[in-house]
């Protein structure tokens, strides 16, 4: 296995130990455009859950503090979860998939 394919692995393999951080200083300091073009695949995967949550305390800080209404603050709440949970196992399913196709040669 060569040291492209390790660091694109790790790459991906990130997603579960330190994500954003790993892939964008692979994405920095690596010289491969292999290594390069996986890194910049992770980091942007792994800024639509870091997004999305932020989001998601917005607006759930936003309207429960503006309105007091527990109702609809409980609906908005159940709701996102359940995004962020869908996205999520979306998510490590696709990296999980990525990691096998880069280990074996498919990508």
Known sequence: MTSDKVWAIL???SHFFLPVVFPALVWIFVKSEYVKKHAKTVLFVDLVPT????????VV???GFSTGDSSGTTFIVLFMLFVIVVLNVVIFIWIIVR???VSV???
């Open 51 to 58: 997004a999305l949550n932020i989001l998601f305390l917005i």
């Open 61 to 63: 800080g936003l309207y």
């Open 11 to 13: 790459s991906y393999a």
């Open 99 to 101: 990691i096998v196709k």
């Open 105 to 107: 040669n498919k990508i």
